[in-house]
Structures are given as C-alpha cells and as structure tokens.
C-alpha cells in the first residue's frame, strides 16, 4: 500500500501591516458591500509584486489603491483612483499593469501615481471583473476574468494577449478563475478555480490553443485557492484564504509543505522576493498584513510585456 508522507508544516512571520494612516476604517464600499457581505472592511490587499530595488508593491481592492513597501516595511501610497484593483504585475521599470475589477486592464505610472486604461473591453462587451495575470517570456499576457461566478454559474474566463494585439479566448467554463502562474518550461499554465476548490492544469499547445485540462489539486473548505506561485523546481505554491494556509505542492500535487498563516485566515495573493527570490511573501487580506516564510528553492523570475519591436 502506497502512503503519502505528511507534510511539513510552519508557520510564517509577519513583515509588517498596513498602518492605521492608510485604514478606511468605518467606511462601506461597494466592493466590500457585494464580495464581503457588508462586514466592515478598512482595506483587502492583494496583487504582491516586486521591483527589481527590492520594493514590495500591493494593491486594495476596495478604495482603488496602490501602495509600495520597502525592505523595511515602509509604507508609501502611489496611487488611487474609481477602481478595484486586484492583480498586476510590471510591464516595464515604471508602469504597472493592473487588473481593476471595475475598469479591466490598467496601466499605473508608479512615478506619478497617474493611471491609465490598457484594455477596457473584449469586442465591445465589458469584461465580467479581471482578477489575476501574469507573463511568459515572449511577452504573452495570461489573465482571468472571474466577476461572480461560481459552480451557479461556471462561465468565468481565461484569457492570452499576444504581443501583437491578439486577444485569445482559451477557457470560458471556470468557476470563479483566480491566480494563474507558469510551469519553468511555460508548457503549463496553472489556474486557481477558485469556487471549484481546485487548481486547474491548463496544457499550452503549439497552435496557440488549450485541450485536455485536467484538476491538478483539489483542496477543500469555505473559500478555494486563490493566488498562485511556482518555484524554480516546478512546485506550485497555492495560496488558500479561508484555511489560512499556503500549499506548497510537487510535480505530483502533494503537499510537501503547509505554510500557515500568523495574521489571520485571509491569505489571498503569493510574491516571491528578497534575496535571491527565495523569500515567499503573502497577502493577509482582512487584516492588512504581509506575511513570509524563507524556503528552499527560488521562485520564478517574474516577466514583463515584450519590448516594442521584439
């Protein structure tokens, strides 16, 4: 009989949390009002993600906000603006590229704080509510688009946009997609299904298209997988808000290590930074916190929009 070994289980450390300056304390927003049942909400972080000076950049969903903290754990506000921003990742040394669930895809200047639409709507339709995304190494870009599906309504999408202005379509029947993050060799995307409560294995073909997506993790509890990270050893890191756990799974999805959360159950979006991208680092939602935990192989360097002209 074949048994799996119990994983290794740790807990992570604070690095710093949102100061009370930057709370919204008492006051409603709409985002909070529909995704949070009203339950009062200073700020959602999301969206980690590094510069290559070493500063941590994040994102609040609710109040439009985008805040830069250094090695330190200071913290700076760079931009706000009517929106919801969730995911982003660098498309160059000084602009963001953000997914606002209220606007699509936005681009931020992190110098000037000064925001600007990149991709508002697909074939005159808007977008159900962009979450997650990120990069290949030839510059595609992958991103999801949940709004409020579920298993009521599993009609969330997966979306590629080519260098060249291409969008693609490639899934339309997720439940709730979230994170996405890469295999090393970029054959595999990975796609958190967020209300499915599982991680999708998304085989990129040749042609441009998809086929044979299987459930590569099934996890269990209120709330499924959310942010998504990848190591240099092809381990997927799941980040579980309402278990308040991240997963670190191998090739085979099983959990060698079970990373717990110190601030509370809300561990939504995974960043790896620090020296030698070895340091994982985690959103704390509903308490404001970012977490880490030092582990034993470097993350996935982070890609960026293709060069005009590559």
Known sequence: MFLLQAPQVRDTELFTRMPERFRRTGVRSDWAD??????????????????????????????GRIFRIDAQGDWALIAEWAGEPNGQKFLNERELLVTDYRNGLMVVDIVRGSVRPFLERRHSERFKGVNDLCFDRRGNLYFTDQGQTGLHDPTGRLYRLRPDGRLDLLLHNVPSPNGV?????????????TRGNQVWRVPLLDDGGVAKVGAFFT????????????????????????????????ARAEPELVLRSCAGASLTNLAFGGPQ??????TESVSGSILR???????????????PGA
């Open 34 to 63: 529909a995704n949070r049942g009203g339950q009062p909400t200073d700020s959602f972080l999301e969206g980690p993600v590094f510069d290559e000076a070493g500063n941590l950049y994040v994102t609040d969903i609710p109040f």
């Open 277 to 282: 991208r070895q340091t994982l680092y985690g």
């Open 219 to 250: 996890s269990h509890g209120p709330s499924g997988p959310d942010g998504l990270a990848v190591d240099e050893r092809g381990r997927v890191v799941v980040a579980n808000p309402g278990l308040g756990v991240a997963w670190v799974l191998n």
């Open 181 to 193: 993050a890469l295999s090393p060799d970029e054959r595999v995307l990975y796609l958190a299904a």
């Open 293 to 307: 935990a030092t582990l034993d192989a470097p993350g996935l360097p982070v890609h960026r929009a293709a060069a």
